[in-house]
């Protein structure tokens, strides 16, 4: 497995939602429930540490591949994540998306952190940084009051300009020994 | 080092008139503030006082007020000695409709060198704004018997 300990956390959102850790965890590794609040993509896990992680388009298409390096249900999923379903994304290195879920009050607080292996532009830390907010709040919407929310959003544009940039010069190379 | 900038976006399915009300209404803040109820007259340059039981806990003077788009306040919390003396930030709530919801966006800067209160609202806001989200969508507020402990900065 993937040695977690390289991620430095780049970007971690936070939300706090009235209902039980149990029913995060569902919703975060379900996929009925993740096409409703994740711009349409469905979980599709192997529900073990060391296990494949996929989210994938409506048409089975791969949109993020990664590895799952922490499967402790309900409290903590972390896994690897490479967005392959994206021109040149798929050339970057792989991201850690961490989950943390803990009981808060009558609430429950949920942490995502994005950590990342190399020392990435905040142009390409855009992209999580527009999304994550959509994707928590929805996720929220729907446990508190079964509806989801409909927000519609591309990568921003200085964020492909980047992303570009960073596979045609690899500027994660020259951070190896 | 450059000073510390706390911005945090939420989207709610509501009206950014709704939104701003909640924002700028005595008995909303109350209620979605864990007890912390708001008062103003609201025009610009005027003071701004939050009262939790009788206690004043948070003080400003208003900045900006261009409903139901935007309201800025200084910031200056008065509940806990570490913080008073600090010098008042500023917190800015940018209101955008979105179809049925609404994109808001809190972004809190303009803080003291070595200040004590960003960590504190780093906390605070993330609690804050999912209270206020349940309450416009569902009616009822996040629960927060630790709210008073966790502002406080322990993590017992």
Excluded at chain 1, 104 to 116: D, F, K, P
Excluded at chain 1, 120 to 133: E, N, S, T
Excluded at chain 2, 112 to 121: C, G, M, Q, R
């Amino acid at each position: 497995m993937i040695d977690g300990t390289k991620f430095k956390p780049k970007t971690v959102y936070v939300t706090y939602i009235a209902t039980t850790p149990e029913k995060v965890w569902q919703a975060l590794t379900d996929p009925a429930f993740s096409k409703q609040y994740f711009f349409g993509f469905a979980v599709d896990l192997e529900p073990r540490a060391g296990g494949a992680f996929f989210l994938r388009y409506p048409d089975g298409r791969v949109h993020v591949r990664g590895e799952i390096l922490d499967w402790s249900p309900p409290r903590r999923f972390a896994c690897t994540w490479l967005v392959e379903g994206m021109k040149e994304f798929g050339e970057l290195p792989e991201c850690l998306v961490t989950y943390d879920i803990e009981q808060a009050g009558e609430a429950v607080r949920l942490t995502m952190t994005e950590s990342h292996s190399w020392d990435v532009p905040d142009a390409i830390l855009a992209g999580g940084r527009a999304g994550w907010p959509a994707i928590l709040s929805s996720l929220k919407s729907v446990l508190e009051t079964g509806k989801p929310l409909v927000v519609k959003m591309g990568p921003p544009a200085e964020m492909m300009e980047a992303v570009a940039r960073a596979v045609a010069e690899k500027p994660w190379l020259k951070s190896l020994p | 080092m450059s000073k510390p900038v706390f911005v945090y976006v939420t989207y709610i399915a509501s009206t950014p008139d709704k939104v701003f009300s909640a924002l700028t209404d005595h008995d909303a803040t109350g209620k979605f503030w864990f007890g912390n109820a708001a008062t103003s007259d609201w025009k610009v340059g005027s003071p701004i006082e939050f009262h939790r039981e009788g206690k004043l806990i948070l003080q400003g003077n208003i900045l900006e007020n261009d409903p139901p788009r935007r309201l800025s306040y200084s910031f200056r919390p008065m509940h806990d000695p570490q913080f008073a003396g600090e010098q008042p930030s500023r917190v800015v709530f940018e209101l955008e409709p979105q179809k049925d919801q609404v994109k808001l966006t809190v972004t809190h800067d303009d803080f003291a060198e070595d200040t004590k209160v960003f960590a504190s609202i780093s906390n605070g806001w993330p609690l804050v704004l999912s209270s206020l989200k349940s309450y416009l969508e569902t009616n009822r507020v996040l629960r927060a018997p630790w709210y008073e402990k966790q502002e406080a900065g322990s993590c017992s």
